[in-house]
């Protein structure tokens, strides 16, 4: 079956501006998770999706970041008044939450380049 | 607190040479899994196995091996008879289960391989 979608692939964008990035998991994932890769701080999650529901918003950078998940399905990550320091690879990842299948399968990422 | 070491930054080596990238990982939870993923030059991680801690048995996939061990918290990967195919930065990751963060995996810093002709 398809494999997880990130949307756009890259995106420039100049300060200030906001920037919408969107990930469509694999049929049937109850779990998603963003995650941030950048040179300085490697791999970092930011948050995770159970269903529509994040029980736990702390891990984003910061209050310009927000993220929502819809029918279960498709989730979007926005960032308000980007600032340099967002410029970075944003990963999506799904899984099932079965026992024994709680395997992340990543999608390709969005680059973000913040001028 | 769940952390991952991944000692080596780079390893260069030549095509059909063994080589063994190294990971160690401190947690306290005594339900955990380890995972290595592959990031070729493309930039997706590619998922390559999944230990969950109640398993050490060893597993060999082709040229593949990994050697999970509880008593130094290693969780070792061999690529045997490397091929230039295998030049990626490899990510060893752990995650425990969590009802805010579910399974959200805590990566190594990544160790660069390249294998050159």
């Known amino acids: 079956g398809a494999g997880v979608s990130q949307s756009p692939s890259n995106k420039v964008t100049e300060k200030g501006k906001d920037v919408e990035l969107r990930c469509d998991p694999i049929s049937g994932h109850t779990a998603l998770y963003w995650y941030r890769q950048s040179l300085g701080q490697g791999l970092e999650f930011l948050i995770y999706f159970q269903g529509n529901s994040a029980p736990d918003k702390s891990g984003l950078p910061s209050d310009r970041f927000s993220a929502e998940r819809t029918g279960g399905s498709v989730s979007t990550l926005t960032i308000q008044r980007t600032q340099q320091e967002d410029s970075a690879v944003y990963l999506c990842?799904?899984?099932?939450?079965?026992?024994?299948?709680?395997?992340?399968?990543f999608g390709p990422g969005t680059r973000l380049l913040v001028l | 607190a769940q952390k991952v070491t991944q000692a080596q930054t780079e390893i260069s080596v030549v095509e059909k040479e063994d080589v063994t990238l190294d990971c160690v990982y401190e947690t306290r939870d005594t339900t955990y899994y380890l995972f290595w993923y592959k990031q070729p030059p493309s930039g997706e991680l590619v998922f390559l196995i999944r230990r969950n801690s109640f398993d050490e048995q060893n597993e060999i996939s082709g040229r593949y091996s990994w050697n999970f061990q509880k008593s130094t918290s290693s969780f070792n990967f061999t690529i045997t008879a490397s091929q230039v195919v295998d030049s990626a930065v490899y990510f060893c990751a752990l995650s425990v289960s969590n009802s805010n963060s579910g399974y959200a995996l805590n990566f190594g810093k990544g160790t660069s391989l390249l294998v050159t002709p």
């Open positions: 990842a799904s899984s099932s939450l079965k026992v024994g299948q709680e395997t992340q399968y």
